[in-house]
């Protein structure tokens, strides 16, 4: 068997535009992420291929979100935080907007459970993807969130992509009254 051969520098292409078996990819425990010449020393030497802020964030997100712990959740957020949610046209920006989302989120959805991971290492602050899945009521429940992390690896902002269609409608209409009783409240 021969040597294995590093990979050679081409297109920079975004991480989640590349296929797992495209020439840039290693798919290591269900992770998929780009690798450069250097990454790949690193990992033919043995070193960690994780940033230390994706490893030292995904450490702390986890089990916040394992424990629906949402005062850890309000440390993980940065100050001016913004983020897209699908029912939302307008992005949601300020901690504590985000946070009080996240928050109903988190204690919607039932059997709130991380599949899958990405990664992109080639960025100063973090950049991160997760697939999570779960149920409201009878329906299942998968979705994306992507989060980009400031230099304190802070969430700077957080998107969040659902689908199917009927079970976005009944996050909504489950989650919509209680944002609208914040929004009022928070108005007074």
């Not at 602050?125 to 802070?154: M, P, T, V, W, Y």
């Not at 700077?156 to 009927?166: E, T």
């Amino acid at each position: 068997m021969g040597e294995e051969k590093a990979p050679r520098e081409t297109s920079k292409a975004p991480l989640l535009a590349l296929k797992p078996d495209h020439p840039e990819c290693y798919i290591v425990r269900s992770q998929i992420a780009r690798r450069s010449v250097n990454e790949w020393e690193a990992k033919k030497s043995g070193s960690a291929w994780m940033t230390s802020v994706n490893a030292d964030f995904l450490a702390k997100w986890h089990p916040v979100v394992n424990e629906r712990d949402l005062v850890g959740l309000e440390k993980l957020l940065a100050g001016d935080v913004t983020m897209g949610a699908p029912p939302y046209w307008d992005r949601l920006s300020g901690r504590p907007l985000v946070h009080h989302l996240l928050g109903l989120i988190i204690h919607t959805i039932e059997d709130f459970t991380y599949h899958r991971e990405w990664h992109d290492d080639s960025r100063e602050n973090g950049e991160i993807a997760l697939e999570f899945r779960g149920h409201i009521g009878e329906l299942d429940i998968q979705g994306i969130d992507l989060i980009s992390l400031n230099e304190r690896g802070e969430i700077q902002n957080l998107d969040v992509m659902i689908r199917p269609m009927n079970a976005l409608a009944a996050l909504r209409d489950v989650i919509a009254p209680q944002m609208a009783e914040y929004l009022r409240n928070i108005a007074s």
